[in-house]
């Protein structure tokens, strides 16, 4: 199943974006979805899960505060809005899906738990 992402591109500092992925085949009421990112030189980090199920959320601490992910289950996306953007957010940001519920989202919120991906979009936040 092929996850598309769309919404990156460039943005400046203090700057807002909105992400949006399209699931398509997984039921966000029973499927763990998920934002990660990559920025260049670094490991891939995790930016926010949701469980499926239970729907408990899970934020990384450089995002807390400044990033919220929500579902569009009628659409079967997943959008991720962030504000306050700093030149630290730069980096390509993968949506993330698994089969499995992951109602411990706290714990599973890795990526090396999540089995479907998306290809990424760019956000480079630069004046």
């Known amino acids: 199943v092929q996850l598309v992402e769309s919404g990156g591109g460039l943005v400046q500092p203090g700057g807002s974006l909105r992400l949006s992925c399209a699931t398509p085949?997984?039921?966000?009421?029973?499927?763990?979805v998920a934002w990660f990112r990559q920025a260049p030189g670094k490991e891939r980090e995790a930016v926010a899960c949701?469980?499926?199920?239970?729907?408990?959320?899970h934020y990384g601490d450089t995002v807390k505060g400044r990033f919220t992910m929500s579902s569009d289950d009628a659409k079967n996306t997943v959008l991720l809005s962030m504000n306050d953007l700093d030149s630290e957010d730069t980096a390509v940001y993968f949506c993330?899906?698994?089969?499995?519920?992951?109602?411990?989202?706290?714990?599973?919120?890795?990526?090396?738990?999540?089995?479907?991906w998306g290809q990424g979009t760019q956000v480079t936040v630069s004046s």
């Open positions: 993330a899906a698994d089969p499995r519920a992951f109602d411990n989202i706290s714990f599973y919120c890795r990526s090396y738990y999540f089995a479907n």
């Open positions: 085949g997984f039921r966000h009421d029973r499927y763990a």
């Open positions: 949701i469980s499926g199920g239970t729907r408990n959320t």
